[in-house]
Each structure stands twice: as structure tokens, then as C-alpha cells.
């Protein structure tokens, strides 16, 4: 059985994978914290700033493939501790590409849609980056560490939306919870995304790394859409109000220094070497509106450690 670490085991997209892979292959899941209980795979508790973290993990766990999903994430985590968001972003990703590299261990790291800077929008891969703030900065040298010390590891870059144990961890959770609760909140209508829903990210995932493909991929929907329609399509799919969310402007709500207005991506290359549409954004939505309706709100929560 092919035997996977997978980093940021407690997170977003690290649980959401561990979840969907663990009937298929054997996973060790990483986590900083005590936040998993009751799960229906195996969780280190490492910290993975310790200077020999990965060394340690790699010799004891021998894995087959590396899923690199641990991140400082939180942008403004990241402007208040730069040094933290070079050494868990960049450097950690660099060491891993090392020693993957040299024991012949498949590496799958995951970067951002943000190593752009938003002006232009409809990125290629052969577009060049042009990373804004300290995230997107350590994102972007996280991929060049990656790329530098092992050429075969798959990098892809990602924006995705779905359920966490916390409840607040994405952009859906924000609209759906708000529009559950009755209240307004805003929706921008000149910033531009191509988000996944993370459970259709991780089906693609596997795929990839059947294929055994390797390099950069903008691993995202192939329909872009603004953050006003997207919340928007999820008040309709669950039949909420969609008055509730204001039409604004990025320039009315003060945060626009910090945001990248078009971080559209072209996924024509992904969609050609896997032969297939990538999904769309209604067929996402009907899924986050399948998986609510399965219980799976309440599944994923239900892992969180009190
Ligand atoms: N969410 C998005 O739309 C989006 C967009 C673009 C790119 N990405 C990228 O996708 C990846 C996954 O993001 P996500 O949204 O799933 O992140 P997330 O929910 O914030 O989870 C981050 C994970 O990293 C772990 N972690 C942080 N510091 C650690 C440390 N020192 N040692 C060990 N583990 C540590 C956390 O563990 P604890 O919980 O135990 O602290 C957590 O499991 C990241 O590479 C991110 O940059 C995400």
C-alpha cells in the first residue's frame, strides 16, 4: 500500500485529502497542535519550524509520496512574523524537495494563486510571478526552493473553498455561515477568482500523481467568477437570501492594498494533460450543497479535538 505524509494534516485541504485518501492508501498525518480526535487515520504531532522536523519524520514514516500542505497561510500572520512565514513557506518546502530528491520520495507541494499580483489576470504557468506582501513572497520562494533541489516534485497552485474543523476556515464557510445566520454581509464585485471546492482539488490531485506528472500546474477551476457571484451561487444553491450580500467594490471596503484584483489562472495545461474539462463553478457549489446535505458539516467538526 502506498504510504503518504501528509503535512497540515488539521487544516483546510490537509484534512479534507487525508479524508478522501485514507480508504486507498495509508496516511500519516502531520499536525503542529493537538486539534484531531477520533480519526479514521494516523496523526503525528510534530513542529515543523524544529530545524530536523522532516529529516526525523522521513526516516521513521519512509514514505512513498509527500503531500506538503502545512502552511502559514493567514496573510496577516504573515506581515506580523515574516521570519516564521520564510521558515514554514519556503525554507521547510526547500528541505523537503532536498531530501525527497535524494530518497526518491514523490513530492507534491502546494502553492498559491497569489504568486501573481492580480493586475492582469488569466495567468499561464509561463507567466511570470509577481508575489505581493510577505505570504505570496515566501509562497513564491517556497516554489523556487522546491523547484531548484528536485525538479520532479509536482507544485500546484491552488484557491479552494470548503469545509474545515473549525467551521470558519474558507471563503464558503464565511458566506454560508453568515447567510445562515441572516446576516449582510459584503461581496466584491472586481475581485476575481477560479476556486475549487477542496474535495474536487483533492480528486485532481490524485489523478496528477497518477499520471506522475511533475512541475508547475494551476490546479483551479476552469470558470473564474467574482467573490460577489461566487457568494451569490451559494445563496441560491441553499436557498438562502441573496440580499444579504452587498455588491461593493474592493476600493469602498479600505482592504485594498492588501488584495490582488484578478488572480484568474489559465488551466489549459492541467485540462490537456489529464484529457478532461476541469470542473466548473456550479458543479463545485451542487457539491458543497451535496456534502451539507450528507452531514458532512457536522462529520468534519466532529474531529476537532476540545
Ligand atoms: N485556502 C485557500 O484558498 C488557499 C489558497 C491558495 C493557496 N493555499 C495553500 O494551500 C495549502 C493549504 O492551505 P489551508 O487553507 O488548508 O491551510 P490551513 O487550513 O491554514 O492549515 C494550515 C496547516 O498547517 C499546519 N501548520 C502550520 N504551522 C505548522 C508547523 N509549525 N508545524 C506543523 N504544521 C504546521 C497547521 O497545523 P495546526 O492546525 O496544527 O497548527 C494546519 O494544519 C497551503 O500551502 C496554502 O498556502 C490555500
Same mark, same amino acid.
Given at each position: 500500500?502506498?504510504?503518504?505524509?501528509?503535512?497540515?494534516?488539521?487544516?483546510?485541504?490537509?484534512?479534507?485529502?487525508?479524508?478522501?485518501?485514507?480508504?486507498?492508501?495509508?496516511?500519516?498525518?502531520?499536525?503542529?497542535?493537538?486539534?484531531?480526535?477520533?480519526?479514521?487515520?494516523?496523526?503525528?504531532?510534530?513542529?515543523?519550524?524544529?530545524?530536523?522536523?522532516?529529516?526525523?519524520?522521513?526516516?521513521?514514516?519512509?514514505?512513498?509520496?509527500?503531500?506538503?500542505?502545512?502552511?502559514?497561510?493567514?496573510?496577516?500572520?504573515?506581515?506580523?512574523?515574516?521570519?516564521?512565514?520564510?521558515?514554514?513557506?519556503?525554507?521547510?518546502?526547500?528541505?523537503?524537495?532536498?531530501?525527497?530528491?535524494?530518497?526518491?520520495?514523490?513530492?507534491?507541494?502546494?502553492?498559491?494563486?497569489?504568486?501573481?499580483?492580480?493586475?492582469?489576470?488569466?495567468?499561464?504557468?509561463?507567466?511570470?510571478?509577481?508575489? @505581493?506582501?510577505?505570504?505570496?513572497?515566501?509562497? %513564491?520562494? #517556497?516554489? !523556487?526552493?522546491? $523547484? /531548484?533541489?528536485?525538479? *520532479?516534485?509536482?507544485?500546484?497552485?491552488?484557491?479552494?473553498?470548503?469545509?474545515?474543523?473549525?467551521?470558519?476556515?474558507?471563503?464558503?464557510?464565511?458566506?454560508?455561515?453568515?447567510?445562515?445566520?441572516?446576516?449582510?454581509?459584503?461581496?466584491?464585485?472586481?475581485?476575481?477568482?477560479?476556486?475549487?471546492?477542496?474535495?474536487?482539488?483533492?480528486?485532481?490531485?490524485?489523478?496528477?500523481?497518477?499520471?506522475?506528472?511533475?512541475?508547475?500546474?494551476?490546479?483551479?477551476?476552469?470558470?473564474?467568477?467574482?467573490?460577489?457571484?461566487?457568494?451569490?451561487?451559494?445563496?441560491?444553491?441553499?436557498?438562502?437570501?441573496?440580499?444579504?450580500?452587498?455588491?461593493?467594490?474592493?476600493?469602498?471596503?479600505?482592504?485594498?492594498?492588501?488584495?490582488?484584483?484578478?488572480?484568474?489562472?489559465?488551466?489549459?495545461?492541467?485540462?490537456?494533460? @489529464?484529457?478532461?474539462?476541469?470542473?466548473?463553478? %456550479?458543479? #463545485?457549489? !451542487?457539491?458543497? $450543497? /451535496?456534502?451539507?446535505? *450528507?452531514?458532512?458539516?457536522?462529520?468534519?467538526?466532529?474531529?476537532?479535538?476540545?
Amino acid at each position: 500500500m502506498t504510504r503518504c505524509l501528509v503535512t497540515g494534516a488539521s487544516g483546510l485541504l490537509g484534512l479534507n485529502l487525508c479524508l478522501q485518501f485514507s480508504p486507498e492508501f495509508e496516511i500519516i498525518g502531520v499536525s503542529n497542535t493537538n486539534s484531531l480526535t477520533n480519526i479514521p487515520f494516523q496523526v503525528v504531532k510534530k513542529d515543523l519550524k524544529e530545524p530536523a522536523a522532516i529529516k526525523n519524520l522521513i526516516d521513521q514514516y519512509k514514505p512513498d509520496i509527500i503531500f506538503h500542505c502545512a502552511a502559514i497561510a493567514n496573510i496577516d500572520q504573515c506581515e506580523l512574523n515574516p521570519d516564521l512565514a520564510f521558515r514554514i513557506n519556503a525554507e521547510l518546502p526547500g528541505e523537503m524537495a532536498y531530501l525527497s530528491k535524494r530518497q526518491g520520495i514523490k513530492l507534491v507541494h502546494i502553492s498559491t494563486d497569489a504568486v501573481f499580483d492580480g493586475q492582469k489576470g488569466n495567468y499561464s504557468e509561463e507567466d511570470q510571478p509577481n508575489p @505581493l506582501g510577505v505570504y505570496a513572497k515566501s509562497k %513564491l520562494d #517556497g516554489e !523556487n526552493y522546491v $523547484f /531548484a533541489n528536485n525538479p *520532479e516534485a509536482l507544485i500546484a497552485r491552488v484557491n479552494f473553498y470548503g469545509y474545515s474543523i473549525t467551521g470558519k476556515r474558507s471563503l464558503s464557510e464565511f458566506f454560508l455561515n453568515n447567510l445562515l445566520q441572516n446576516n449582510s454581509m459584503l461581496g466584491f464585485t472586481d475581485v476575481f477568482f477560479c476556486p475549487l471546492i477542496v474535495n474536487d482539488l483533492v480528486d485532481l490531485l490524485h489523478e496528477m500523481i497518477h499520471a506522475d506528472l511533475c512541475g508547475i500546474y494551476h490546479t483551479l477551476s476552469c470558470e473564474p467568477l467574482s467573490k460577489y457571484k461566487f457568494g451569490c451561487m451559494i445563496a441560491e444553491r441553499f436557498s438562502l437570501n441573496s440580499d444579504l450580500i452587498k455588491p461593493v467594490s474592493v476600493y469602498e471596503s479600505g482592504l485594498v492594498a492588501t488584495r490582488s484584483l484578478n488572480l484568474t489562472l489559465q488551466t489549459q495545461k492541467l485540462s490537456s494533460t @489529464l484529457d478532461k474539462k476541469l470542473p466548473d463553478q %456550479l458543479s #463545485g457549489i !451542487n457539491r458543497l $450543497f /451535496a456534502l451539507y446535505q *450528507e452531514g458532512y458539516v457536522e462529520k468534519i467538526k466532529n474531529f476537532q479535538a476540545n
